[in-house]
């Protein structure tokens, strides 16, 4: 029994839907730049994964981030890791993980941004197709 | 799919965007600062005495009790569950999305 | 069934911690099982052994320590958010442990639910 | 120069207006408890002090708090300290600090709630009334 | 006086609160994620236009170039600081009022 | 002029401490002079002196530490809140003290103006 609490737990062969929903500003909390780490850490797991930015989410992936001036660390760099993570998941074809990096259309034209505005490439989805995507999840975490 | 919800819809939009993403039939759960959203006679009312016919909507009765709101006080349609209820919702439903 | 839980915030200054508990106590009660909680963010600082609460409230991370005891849950604090936050063996609670965030997501695909606790 | 470190500032024959802002609802966050305890403590140093509940912070004073069911402390009975603290300022004629203990009206209504909802007696003042009062402080501590 | 906001307009109603209870002329310092609210063509824009009427409205300038905010998308008649026209304007009003 | 400083968050988690210190930083720089810091709330975190952030991100603790040596500021930890959260002597970062809340109301009248910096 007291293996359980050092052990890991069985994963073996378990393919689920991990969401990671991202709705908070960078930089004013910690949330931003700490489920940047899960997201990582979970692509070694070869889970199907949706990053979603909705509401003030959307601002993390705004482009020309420049921090110095405040003294906090710009992590809008690792982005770009999660579009290598995509597309080496569409490339490979021993891995058939799905990725999708998606904003909320209406959280984005709320905040007057565009496409065009973020580090990443992303699929605009409004409210109603976010739902559908949202309903297809196992796992939903968030900060 | 079961949907939670914190925050005082007063304060936040957190409340807000749960309605706005979650599916016709889904759970909403209110604990903690979010109980005032269930409660008659506030200006958030009306937006919870519509959300009840497209949603379940539950609410914590701990919460509740611990801020002083009275259970009769809890919009019609809106049900009162303790920290078990919970549990079951959690189990009955596939999938819980936190609206932190 | 098997629940994972993740907490999100600290002890005392949001509920976070405390809905999680009452949460986690009321599934074991059910017969549920829960496969671990996984303490990342300011969660971190739920493990601080130092914690002295006044004596008329409760002991949040005590009171994690006993649950885990009496039920053999595993308590997780993320490495990484915890060194950044200074959350040490030197100050952690009985019945926490420090391990990678691979773990977390160790919650999720083995989990039949996975739980959010947080501000 | 080492004791301006552990020294005390000189605080001796200074009286200001001190206001606490209360905008934050009891339990789901600590700040309503904890800015308790600055009240508490600014007390004896005899400044004029305003206590304020706007906002969510009108629930702090709401009758019939009853935590047990939740495990934490319910810290609405402290409340009556306030109270007291106000009358004793108003009737000992050695002190003449001034007490005031405000719930602003458009928030208490906004949630339907009336004087007779709270623990302790507050004067109603409306925005405008609030914001006169506010302009008079010297000092506002929040949380 | 002088009022600070830190929080996005989009999720919190503090910026909200503040303009409720500001005095006509009063200067509002806009920090952190309340940088947001400083910004042309969004949902909130048109607030803050109305606002710079009754008040001085300021913004910090580091916390618009760490959330990649170009200082030429402010609205007119902001104006944009830095940590030192923040302490300046401190020391101009009497008193502060951080709306947390 | 004389100002005082609280700060409601703890390091990281919320900004708060950050623009602090940056405000700190700019009010020195300016000629003024710094009377006190007064850590609150969650704030009391900042003293944790075993905080290992990553090489690449700021130290917000050291940080203090460093800003009150060269600049002689009191730093001072509220006891109460930090005794419920487990900040103690044994991990209190150089340079702050643990004292009580009085510290915090003889800023607001011994300073001329005292700024607040939270969630």
């Known amino acids: 029994m007291e293996d359980e609490f050092q052990g890991t737990l069985e994963t073996e062969g378990v393919r689920k839907n991990f969401m990671f929903l991202n709705r908070k500003a960078p930089y004013g909390s910690i949330y931003a730049q700490e ?23 959307v601002y993390q992936i705004k482009k020309g981030q420049d921090t110095s001036a405040t003294g906090m ?17 569409e490339e490979d074809e021993d891995v058939d993980v799905v990725w999708h990096i998606v904003v909320e259309k209406e959280s984005m034209e709320a905040r007057g941004l ?30 | 799919m079961l949907h939670t919800v914190n925050k005082s819809p007063f304060e936040r939009t957190n409340l807000k965007s749960c309605l706005r993403l979650a599916g016709k039939g889904d759970a909403i759960m209110l604990i ?49 569950v303790g920290y078990d209820g919970f549990v079951d919702l959690v189990v009955e439903h596939e999938t819980s999305q936190a609206w932190l | 069934m098997k629940i994972g839980i993740l907490v999100n915030e600290g002890p005392f200054n949001h509920q976070a911690s405390d809905s999680a508990y009452q949460f986690t106590k009321a599934a074991i009660e059910k017969g549920h099982q829960v496969l671990r909680v996984f303490f990342y963010y300011d969660g971190v600082n739920n493990a601080n052994k130092l914690a002295e609460p006044q004596s008329d409230d409760r002991n949040v991370s ?17 490495i990484a958010a915890a060194l950044r936050r200074g959350i040490k063996e030197d100050i952690l609670a009985d019945g926490f442990r420090i391990s990678g965030l691979g773990q977390l997501i160790e919650i999720g695909i083995a989990a039949d639910r996975t739980v959010v606790f947080g501000d």
């Open chain 3, 62 to 78: 005590k009171r994690w320590t006993e649950l885990a005891k009496q039920h053999r849950i595993d308590l997780v604090v993320c």
């Open chain 1, 114 to 143: 565009t496409p065009e505005d973020f580090v990443i490439d992303v699929e605009v989805m409004d409210a109603a197709e976010l739902q559908k995507l949202m309903a297809e999840q196992d796992v939903i975490l968030t900060g």
């Open chain 2, 32 to 80: 903690e600062d979010a109980v005032y959203a269930a409660v008659q006679g506030t200006a958030v009312a009306d937006t919870m005495a519509g959300a009840k016919d497209d949603f379940q909507v539950y609410v914590m009765g701990p919460d509740l009790d611990a801020r002083g709101i009275s259970r009769d006080s809890v919009i019609d349609g809106i049900n009162v």
């Open chain 1, 35 to 57: 489920i940047q780490e899960m997201v990582l850490i979970s692509a070694a797991f070869e889970q199907n994964t949706a990053v979603v930015f909705m509401d003030d989410g």
């Open chain 1, 73 to 89: 660390k710009n992590f809008s760099p690792t982005y770009g890791i999660f579009q290598m993570e995509k597309e080496d998941a």
